[in-house]
């Protein structure tokens, strides 16, 4: 269609009253034909001919405004419901006609529209609440990597206002290694607010159709430090121990055989007591030097080698060189991971070791076995004993505490790191409704 033509087209409204003047014509033509036959003067035929005529006039423009009206009145509510304004309601909502059923509609369009708004407003305010209130920092990036919003935690480590930062690039804020990668990194960070390591997490969202992109830098540095000093206040705690129960009997002795010399005329067993006296000194010099050994071996432990285990293998060959009690193994097949075999060893060694130790205190046996974990990925090795259980304490895997007269408590510190150099765990439980305890370690295949 031309352009001319489309301007000379019939609005909606215009084509009806056409339609409503031609209904009423038929009518018109035939009062007329009527009126010429019927032989009526002049002055009749003038009179009822423009009431016809107006009758017909009223009725078609009657019949356009029913039409039009209604439409308008819909036009306008659904105009307020895209400006967001649900306060207009239609009137003519009663009734099962069609148009009583479409206001109707509108109405029930409006009152949904309505309550769906408030949730958004309120999920909104919530999140910029939540938002606010967090301690991670979030910054929000359009498509040019300009910043278009963040909290406070964000405005505290660039130590300025929103104000100042909205509109900046990623690289002015000195945040464009940060939105490098999708996937959690940590990374040495330095803000005019701080300086630390930051676990940075960025992801990629749609906000009216276009791309932006998400950045939450969490501060770890507060959290490692108390860690590490939690750390090292158990460590120095348990050294400490050690250490008292070593220097105060070397101690206490030393006075006493220094204090025995001084003596004029010197017993004459003064060397039986100076034996005994040096006796206890080297017996406790050389246990705190195992203690510092085993400090130095929990230290050293290397970075793990890996090559193919057969884990059944394993276990039956660990199992078999614990000769103070049989261990029952439960075959599950053949499992091959990559993992440094020798470490693997010491672990197992240790927890068969501490199994039989409980075992032989109460009577009973030791089992193990192993068995694949498909849906996690990981191989699972057991150890159950019919020991009297793990005591109630927290401190199983701190290092060189042990509730074994000789223990030197980093059997299972040990075991834990090599575990996890690993990518695995290695977890310990009492049997629920059963005495001894349970051994659990988890490898990936």
């Not at 060189?400 to 223990?407: A, D, E, I, L, N």
Request: charged share 25%.
């Amino acid at each position: 269609m031309s352009p001319g033509r489309r301007r000379r087209a019939l609005t909606h409204d215009q084509r009806t009253l056409l339609l409503a003047l031609g209904a009423g014509a038929p009518a018109l033509i035939a009062t007329g034909i009527l009126l010429a036959v019927g032989g009526y003067s002049a002055r009749v035929e003038w009179t009822v001919g423009i009431l016809v005529g107006l009758a017909w006039l009223g009725f078609a423009f009657a019949t356009q405004s029913q039409v039009i009206h209604p439409l308008r009145t819909l036009s306008n509510l659904l105009a307020a419901l895209r400006e967001e304004d649900y306060s207009f309601r239609a009137r003519r909502t009663r009734g099962d006609d069609a148009l009583s059923q479409a206001m109707s509609e509108v109405n029930a369009l409006a009152d949904t529209l309505r309550e769906q708004r408030l949730g958004a407003l309120e999920a909104t305010a919530l999140l910029r609440k939540v938002a606010e209130e967090i301690e991670v920092a979030v910054f929000t990036f359009d498509g040019d990597r300009k910043l278009r919003l963040l909290n406070r935690a964000a405005e505290r480590i660039l130590a300025r206002p929103s104000e100042q930062l909205l509109g900046r690039t990623a690289d002015e804020l000195g945040l464009a290694v940060a939105l490098g990668e999708s996937g959690p990194r940590v990374l040495e960070l330095v803000f005019p607010g701080g300086l630390g390591r930051y676990e940075a997490r960025h992801s990629v969202f749609r906000q009216g159709g276009r791309p932006h992109q998400l950045l939450v830098l969490a501060d770890l540095s507060r959290a490692l430090r108390d860690e590490e000093r939690q750390a090292w206040q158990r460590l120095i705690r348990v050294i400490g121990h050690e250490l008292n129960n070593s220097l105060a009997p070397i101690k206490s002795i030393a006075g006493s055989l220094e204090a025995l010399l001084s003596r004029e005329p010197r017993p004459a067993d003064v060397d039986d007591d100076m034996r005994r006296g040096l006796s206890v000194i080297g017996a406790r010099a050389e246990s705190l030097s195992r203690f510092m050994e085993a400090y130095a071996r929990l230290a050293r432990l290397p970075a793990p080698k890996l090559a193919p285990v057969d884990i059944g293998a394993l276990v039956k060959r660990v199992a078999g060189l614990e000769t103070r009690l049989p261990i029952r193994i439960e075959t599950a097949g053949v499992v091959t991971i990559q993992a440094d075999g020798d470490q693997l060893e010491q672990l197992l060694i240790n927890l068969f070791r501490n199994a039989v130790d409980a075992t032989l205190e109460t009577g009973g046996g030791v089992r193990t076995g192993w068995k694949r974990l498909p849906a996690a990925g990981q191989v699972e090795v057991w150890i159950d004993d019919d020991g009297p259980g793990l005591p109630a304490s927290m401190n199983l895997f701190v290092p060189f505490f042990t509730t074994k007269p000789q223990g030197s408590g980093i059997g299972l510190v040990l075991a834990r790191q090599i575990a996890e150099a690993h990518g695995g765990a290695l977890a310990l439980g009492n049997h629920e409704g059963a005495r001894g305890c349970r051994a659990i370690l988890r490898l990936p295949l």
